[in-house]
């Protein structure tokens, strides 16, 4: 195996760390077979979807993002855990991993089964009403809004919204907080599939390097951090299946 002096050390240091924390994007679903944003085939080279999490888009036309998402977020349940999801919540289990921040809305860390999950996006787990306190569970909406169509309040008769965080709305305050602070305790921060454009969750490396924790790269794509990580790799599928027989096997 090419790299495999490169995934040794990763395990050796894993398996060393006294506080491990991931940081995974959209590059680990992608090994799921959900789309990533902005690569080459990624969601916003189709039409109009630049407008599936605009929320000014949403307040006045809530029909265009279930139309756009009917798909992509509310397929969801047919998709599995892919090899990077297993290996996180086999780590945690174990008490290797202490903590799991996320980029991703599709809910696959916790289908896998990991348990201390931080979603610095926000969540499509709830859906709650956009005019009052109404919010019910992704369960209760994914027949409706597997259609297209648009789920409805049944007190006020208003569209439900995903917990998700649209463009132009606040990042969700307790995750992005809870998200630093465990940043700022890691002495290993793993970075696995984000190629940390999007802010202010790509910033989040620099806390760990600034508190004297490292930092390792698995991502095929170059990141602005790379110069400053301890080990760099590409192949997340190769790089995990050695993970998994180094450490849980």
Do not use: W
């Not at 495999?4 to 894993?14: C, G, H, P």
């Not at 888009?57 to 090899?83: C, D, H, M, N, W």
């Not at 490292?214 to 995990?240: G, H, K, S």
């Amino acid at each position: 195996m090419k790299n495999e002096k490169t995934y040794r050390e990763l395990a050796d240091r894993i398996a060393a760390a006294q506080h491990c924390v991931a940081f995974t994007g959209a590059g680990v679903s992608t090994l799921s077979g959900i789309r990533d944003f902005r690569g080459k085939n990624g969601l916003y080279t189709l039409p109009e979807t630049d407008k599936m999490f605009d929320i000014e888009v949403f307040r006045e036309t809530p029909s265009v993002y279930y139309r756009l998402a009917k798909e992509f977020i509310y397929g969801l349940q047919e998709k599995e855990p892919s090899i990077v999801h297993q290996v996180l919540a086999g780590l945690e289990s174990r008490g290797i991993l202490k903590a799991l921040i996320t980029q991703n809305i599709d809910l696959l860390h916790q289908k896998a089964g990991s348990k201390h999950v931080i979603e610095v996006h926000g969540s499509p787990s709830r859906h709650s009403c956009t005019h009052c306190s109404y919010s019910t569970t992704f369960e209760d909406v994914v027949e409706v809004a597997r259609k297209g169509e648009v789920p409805l309040c049944p007190k006020c008769h208003h569209a439900l919204k995903p917990d998700i965080t649209f463009f132009g709305e606040a990042l969700p305050f307790a995750a992005i907080t809870e998200a630093q602070k465990e940043c700022d305790r890691a002495d290993l921060l793993l970075v696995l599939g984000s190629s940390l454009t999007v802010y202010p969750a790509a910033a989040l490396p620099q806390l760990t390097l600034k508190a004297g924790g490292a930092v390792a790269i698995v991502n095929e794509q170059p990141t602005y951090f790379d110069d400053y990580a301890i080990l760099r790799c590409t192949d997340l599928q190769e790089c995990f299946e050695y993970l998994e027989r180094a450490l849980l096997g």
